[in-house]
């Protein structure tokens, strides 16, 4: 089992910039995927970014990419989600997610586990 929990979130202006951390506990010396998700109100969760073990593979969803970026800290069993250039579009509740592997999915039910979540509200 993995545990995951998020941290970071918040109220920013459009144009602002946060960073999210997710903590990882229990089972982490196995080898897992880090993804994050997100989920705004009447819409379904979807794909943010995702790292691979090394953190030397990326992927990110098309709204995010030149703004967003995902990095890892193995040592501290840490995944962290740069937001910049905020949009009121951006607003939503994120996740952090775990697989089990070496291959970064965008697919929600790709993922093993989740964190209980963390909203960002961007004001225009």
């Known amino acids: 089992q993995v545990q995951l929990v998020e941290s970071g979130g918040g109220l920013v202006q459009a144009g602002g910039s946060l960073r999210l951390s997710c903590a990882a506990s229990g089972r982490t010396s196995t080898t897992y995927v880090m993804g994050w998700f997100r989920q705004a109100p009447g819409k379904e969760r979807e794909f943010v970014a995702g790292?691979?073990?090394?953190?030397?593979?990326?992927d990110y969803a098309d709204s995010v990419k030149g703004r967003f970026t995902i990095s890892r800290d193995n040592a501290k069993n840490t995944v962290y989600l740069q937001m910049n250039s905020l949009k009121p579009e951006d607003t939503a509740v994120y996740y952090c997610a775990a697989k089990y592997g070496f291959q970064v999915y965008s697919g929600v039910l790709k993922y093993d586990y989740w964190g209980q979540g963390t909203q960002v509200t961007v004001s225009s």
């Open positions: 790292i691979n073990v090394s953190g030397g593979d990326t």
